[in-house]
């Protein structure tokens, strides 16, 4: 038995036509940058973060503090890509580890605008 995308559309109520967004490797530089940009965290967390996380991961935890963090500073862009970066590495692209997420799912954030058109 396995989980269909028309599972997806009933269980989760998310839309299964649309745009196709493909995920392109990163390098741990590209990462860092990305974390730089979108979350708007210092070079210097991001790339400690990444060597912690041997790669292009980053802890589910870490998301939740720098979730935390752009809420107290009313940053609402930025806390929304936090989010939606953490529910994705929860539920959608879940690993085995269960506490790391990809940091190359930032990269179909970096306009909220048009996530919405996402398959």
């Known amino acids: 038995m396995s989980i269909t995308l028309d ?29 730089v940009e979108l979350l708007e965290v210092s070079a210097g967390d991001a790339r400690a973060e990444t060597i912690q996380c041997r790669g292009f991961y980053v802890r589910l935890s870490w998301m939740r503090d ?10 609402w862009i930025v806390a929304a890509q936090a989010y939606l970066l953490h529910l994705l590495g929860c539920t959608l692209f879940a690993n085995k580890s269960a506490t ?14 048009q996530s919405a058109g996402y398959a």
């Open 100 to 113: 790391h997420v990809n940091v190359v799912f930032l990269d179909a954030l970096r306009d909220l605008t």
């Open 7 to 35: 599972d997806v559309a009933a269980l989760l109520h998310l839309p299964i036509v649309g745009a196709f967004h493909s995920f392109e490797q990163l390098n741990v530089d590209v990462v860092v940058d990305l974390l």
């Open 66 to 75: 720098v979730y935390e963090l752009k809420i107290e500073a009313c940053e």
